[in-house]
């Protein structure tokens, strides 16, 4: 007999769910951002540039931690922190930089996109490999492939065994 699952309380509500405001930063078909869970900071850029690189700062770096970003299940969550690799810092917070614009918005565009392309990823189940049994046909082609392939060998041994 299975084991008895607790009943659900009839007067329980259900968990609620954070209503995603207008302005929130979209990162597939069901995660989201709260515009206050993203940190900038921006410092100046390296590499040639002339004067624009000693004066602007026009490198960004973008801090989220794992907990603002909303509607991933826990499985998503566990495929985004694999997919992470070296953006993810300090255990829970993801962090992106950019620098390859002249602009501050540009690069702040590029963080928020990579932020995106990462989270889109590991919001996506991998599909599910079903093993399957090789044909009749392909097992007598393969068996059939391999009495040539020995006879031929067969045919090149000099004592005629």
């Keep these: 007999m299975p084991p008895m699952l607790p009943r659900p309380d009839p007067g329980a509500q259900p968990p609620r769910r ?4 207008g302005n929130a930063f979209d990162c597939g078909p069901r995660a ?4 206050a869970g993203l940190d900038f900071s921006f410092s100046r850029s390296g590499g040639p540039g002339g004067q ?3 004066k ?3 490198r ?3 801090m989220v931690k794992l907990s603002s970003i909303h509607g991933l299940d826990e499985r998503a969550v566990e495929r985004l922190r694999d997919a992470a690799g ?8 993801l962090r992106f930089t950019a620098e390859e614009h002249r602009s501050q918005k540009a690069n702040k565009d590029a963080c928020l996109e990579r932020l995106r392309e990462l989270v889109l990823r590991a919001s996506i189940p991998p599909k599910v490999r079903r093993k399957t049994k090789p044909t009749r046909g392909s097992i007598e082609r393969r068996l059939e492939s391999k009495k040539r392939e020995g006879e031929k060998k ?7 065994a």
């Design 86 to 93: 070296s953006h993810l810092v300090h255990g829970d917070t």
């Design 154 to 160: 067969r045919q090149r041994r000099w004592d005629g």
């Design 52 to 54: 624009n690189v000693n």
């Design 32 to 35: 989201w951002i709260d515009p």
């Design 60 to 62: 960004a770096e973008l």
């Design 56 to 58: 602007v700062h026009s």
């Design 18 to 21: 954070l209503a995603r405001p």
